[in-house]
């Protein structure tokens, strides 16, 4: 009897698990974008036109199929010369109560210099790392939802967004 109760038990709990693993997986599914700019300009001397000195923009997609893309973009301008760097990392993931486990299949770098095109580059990553990130949700003032992930003890929160 004690032995068919605890295969009872075992089974209702794996059943049970998986059920919260993919509410978990649903939760996160949607497009997350988080960024911002700089509070100073600069103006081009030649041309008249204003541009802000710095500014950013990350974010990340994960889809109901398991399948995620992050998006990276920072830009700098000092002297009318722009720095731009831009990633894309793509691949799978996974959700397992409160860690969201990233297995990316392709990671490419972009540098772009507008003073030097000459030191242009595009880098992929031959194997990239795999990694766990902590995650939670929360809400601002107005009602909006965030998604916070915690890389290495370091959080940043993902603004839910319509593609």
Request: with cysteine.
């Amino acid at each position: 009897m004690s032995k068919l109760m605890l295969s009872f038990v075992l089974v209702l709990g794996l059943i049970v698990s998986q059920g919260v693993t993919a509410s978990a997986q649903r939760s996160v599914v949607g497009y997350w974008k988080t960024g911002g700019l700089g509070m100073i300009n600069e103006v081009n001397t030649t041309t008249g036109q204003t541009k802000n000195r710095r500014g950013q923009m990350f974010s990340y997609n994960f889809a109901a199929d398991g399948t995620y893309t992050f998006h990276g973009y920072m830009e700098s301008t000092m002297f009318g010369c722009t720095t731009a760097l831009f990633q894309e990392v793509t691949g799978r993931y996974l959700v397992d109560a409160g860690s969201i486990f990233l297995k990316p299949s392709r990671d490419i770098w972009t540098n772009t210099y507008s003073c030097f095109p000459n030191q242009n580059r595009k880098q992929e990553k031959p194997t990239p790392a795999e990694k766990s990130l902590g995650f939670g949700f929360k809400t601002d003032e107005y009602g909006k939802g965030f998604i916070c992930l915690n890389d290495a003890g370091v959080e940043t929160c993902y603004r839910r967004e319509k593609e």
